[in-house]
């Protein structure tokens, strides 16, 4: 094991958003080498220490009333500050389940990633509109494609 560990904090408010997250953690552990540790928790269940102890994040949230999800919002306001000065430069991808356009989302987690000096290692997955079954495969090519860039050392 090579000590790099990927964390998943991902919102699941129904059984479609569970699926997502369960999805994006298939992926990142189908990696045959399992170099990468690989864990999935809700943003109430997520502390300081889990995010200072990760190589990279996946967030997953839900569009709510054009925002994130308040338990998305709740992770940042417990980890913002003890996580600030230690996780500069943190990889971290977005996957967004939206009823309508999730841009109000995508901003608004953005603007706190930003803030913590957090860097993006590609466009946010948006799905959006009425529940797709593609929507679970693109969530496991999220977790493929981060825990292959961080066992690779991409990012």
């Not at 940042?76 to 967004?96: H, K, N, S, V």
Request: aromatic share 8%; glycine share 14%.
């Amino acid at each position: 094991m090579s000590g790099k560990t990927l964390l998943i904090v991902g919102h699941v408010p129904s059984p479609n958003t569970q699926r997502l997250r369960d999805r994006v953690e298939a992926g990142a552990r189908s990696l045959e080498s399992g170099t990468v540790a690989v864990r999935a928790l809700s943003p109430f269940e997520t502390r300081p220490g889990d995010v200072k102890g990760a190589d990279a994040v996946v967030l997953g949230t839900t569009e709510n009333l054009g925002y994130m999800s308040g338990a998305l919002k709740d992770f940042f306001d417990r980890c913002y500050y003890p996580c600030l000065e230690e996780t500069q430069g943190m990889p971290y991808a977005l996957y967004i389940r939206a009823g309508l356009d999730g841009t109000g989302t995508r901003r608004g987690v953005e603007n706190i990633a930003a803030g913590l000096r957090w860097r993006a290692v590609g466009e946010p997955l948006l799905l959006k509109g009425e529940w797709r079954e593609e929507f679970a495969g693109k969530a496991e090519e999220l977790g493929v494609l981060v825990a292959a860039g961080l066992e690779a050392g991409v990012f």
